[in-house]
């Protein structure tokens, strides 16, 4: 019966060409693998017709149907509910979603090797790779870049700050608020043109053209002058320690 022969069908390619386990690196790296194997076994002489296979195959062309071109859309569909820092929990793992904060329900469409979250109104406000495909997920820097601009204390808390590139995370790792706030609004305006790779990449030339106000403050507004609680110190007791 059926099951019988697709466990067989398992088994053979488990057996011939699967062991000893290969290096995988994803999927689609198995995928090509296989593919590259069953393809040479085409060449095999069928045991009972004597005929490499790949004659056989020929042979059922003309009886085969095409495969849609569209993949047969299989998913799961979820209400989900986002925590006050915009993250919903997928697959165990914690997935912030931009402007998920806004809305009270959304909808999460599950694929086996994807995700995608609706809002109430039909809007789609994120999809990425689930997290079991291990593959670098998109961080979307706009919408954490505006949160920060109304939160800047943030920066120096926020779960995202270690995914920042090196120069653009010292660059915003700075005392000053005010400033801090208008270097996160800087590099709003340069993500709608570079990736943030890109500007960290680039980074000198692009900070070249930037205004004063952005830059280091040569001394900071709050140090103490203590020259000046020096001058309140009483001139006779100073010549008194001196002689």
Do not use: C
């Not at 067989?8 to 198995?30: C, D, Q």
């Not at 507004?221 to 001196?242: A, F, H, M």
């Amino acid at each position: 019966h059926e099951k019988g022969n697709v466990e067989n069908k398992v088994g053979y390619v488990r057996y011939n060409f699967i062991t000893p386990a290969p290096v995988i690196e994803s999927l689609e790296n198995l995928t090509k693998l296989l593919e590259e194997q069953l393809t040479k076994d085409r060449q095999r002489v069928h045991y009972k017709k004597q005929v490499p296979l790949q004659e056989l195959l020929e042979e059922e062309y003309q009886y085969l149907l095409a495969l849609p071109e569209e993949d047969y859309p299989v998913f799961k569909e979820e209400k989900v509910k986002a925590n006050k820092y915009g993250e919903i929990t997928l697959d165990k793992v914690k997935v912030y979603v931009p402007k998920a904060f806004n809305y009270s329900n959304l909808s999460i469409v599950k694929y086996w090797d994807r995700f995608k979250v609706v809002s109430p109104h039909g809007e789609l406000l994120y999809k990425d790779n689930r997290p079991y495909m291990h593959k670098n997920r998109e961080i979307p820097w706009k919408s954490i870049l505006k949160a920060w601009l109304s939160k800047p204390r943030a920066v120096s808390y926020s779960r995202f700050s270690v995914y920042l590139p090196g120069r653009i995370y010292e660059y915003l790792n700075i005392s000053s608020l005010t400033i801090r706030k208008e270097r996160i609004n800087w590099l709003l305006g340069l993500l709608a043109t570079y990736e943030m790779n890109e500007i960290n990449d680039q980074f000198y030339e692009l900070l070249g053209g930037q205004s004063d106000t952005l830059k280091e403050p040569e001394a900071h507004p709050y140090d103490i002058d203590w020259s000046k609680y020096d001058q309140l110190q009483n001139t006779s007791q100073i010549e008194g320690e001196v002689q």
